[in-house]
T-cell receptor, first 114, second 111 residues
Framework: NAGVTQTPKFQVLKTGQSMTLQCAQD?????MSWYRQDPGMGLRLIHY???????DQGEVPNGYNVSRSTTEDFPLRLLSAAPSQTSVYFC?????????????FGEGSRLTVL | GEDVEQSLFLSVREGDSSVINCTYT??????LYWYKQEPGAGLQLLTY?????DMKQDQRLTVLLNKKDKHLSLRIADTQTGDSAIYFC???????????FGSGTRLLVRP
C-alpha cells in the first residue's frame, strides 16, 4: 500500500544545475500537485494536474516545469536551480479533480541549492 | 484575498487540552481542514468540517467553526506526547483547484 512515493528524499544542487523530483501514486487519483514548504510560510502550490495530459500553474510556478503523461506519475523539473528554490517539496494527490478534497501527501523531498 | 493565519507555537503539559486556532479570509470556503505533520513526514489529514457546520467531534478531537468571524479551532483532549507535531489549517476555495494552507502551529507536549 505505497500511496504517494517521492524520490529523492534529499538532494543538494549547485546553482544552475537541473534535476527532476519524481512523484508516483498507486491510488488511481486524477488530481496531483506539487507544493513547496518554507519556514513560516505554510505550503504553496507550484503546479497541479487534473488528469493525464493536463497541467496548470499554481501560486509559485516560476522556475519549475511539470508534465503528466500517465495517471500515476507527475515529475517536477527544475531547469536551472537557484538558491531561492531551497525548500521541502511535497507531492500530493486526491481522488477527485477539484484538488480541494482530502489530499494524500508523499514524505517530501528536501532540496538544498548552493 | 486568500489567507490563512495560525499562531506558530503551542506548548502544553501531557494530559492537558490543547487548542490550536486559525483564521481565514475567504468566506466562500466550502471545507476547512486540519492536517498533522510529524517530523520528517508528509501531511496527513486529521479531520475536516463542512462550512455549514458549527462543530465536529471525533474521539479526542473537537473542531469549532465560527463562520461569522472566520475562525476555526482544533481542540485535542488529553494531549499525549505522540500528539507533538505541526498542525496545519487549510481552506478549500471552490473552483481554485487548491487548498490554502496556514503556516502551521508547532505543538510541543511536555511530559
Amino acid at each position: 500500500n505505497a500511496g504517494v512515493t517521492q524520490t529523492p528524499k534529499f538532494q543538494v544542487l549547485k546553482t544552475g544545475q537541473s534535476m527532476t523530483l519524481q512523484c508516483a501514486q498507486d491510488m488511481n487519483h486524477e488530481y496531483m500537485s506539487w507544493y513547496r514548504q518554507d519556514p513560516g510560510m505554510g505550503l504553496r502550490l507550484i503546479h497541479y494536474s487534473v488528469g493525464a495530459g493536463i497541467t496548470d500553474q499554481g501560486e509559485v510556478p516560476n522556475g519549475y516545469n511539470v508534465s503528466r503523461s500517465t495517471t500515476e506519475d507527475f515529475p517536477l523539473r527544475l531547469l536551472s536551480a537557484a538558491p531561492s528554490q531551497t525548500s521541502v517539496y511535497f507531492c500530493a494527490s486526491s481522488l477527485g479533480t477539484s484538488g480541494t478534497g482530502e489530499l494524500f501527501f508523499g514524505e517530501g523531498s528536501r532540496l538544498t541549492v548552493l | 484575498g486568500e489567507d490563512v493565519e495560525q499562531s506558530l507555537f503551542l506548548s502544553v503539559r501531557e494530559g492537558d487540552s490543547s487548542v490550536i486556532n486559525c483564521t481565514y479570509t475567504d468566506s466562500s470556503s466550502t471545507y476547512l481542514y486540519w492536517y498533522k505533520q510529524e517530523p520528517g513526514a508528509g501531511l496527513q489529514l486529521l479531520t475536516y468540517i463542512f462550512s455549514n457546520m458549527d462543530m465536529k467531534q471525533d474521539q479526542r478531537l473537537t473542531v469549532l467553526l465560527n463562520k461569522k468571524d472566520k475562525h476555526l479551532s482544533l481542540r485535542i483532549a488529553d494531549t499525549q506526547t505522540g500528539d507533538s507535531a505541526i498542525y496545519f489549517c487549510a481552506e478549500s476555495i471552490p473552483s481554485s483547484y487548491k487548498l490554502i494552507f496556514g503556516s502551521g502551529t508547532r505543538l510541543l507536549v511536555r511530559p
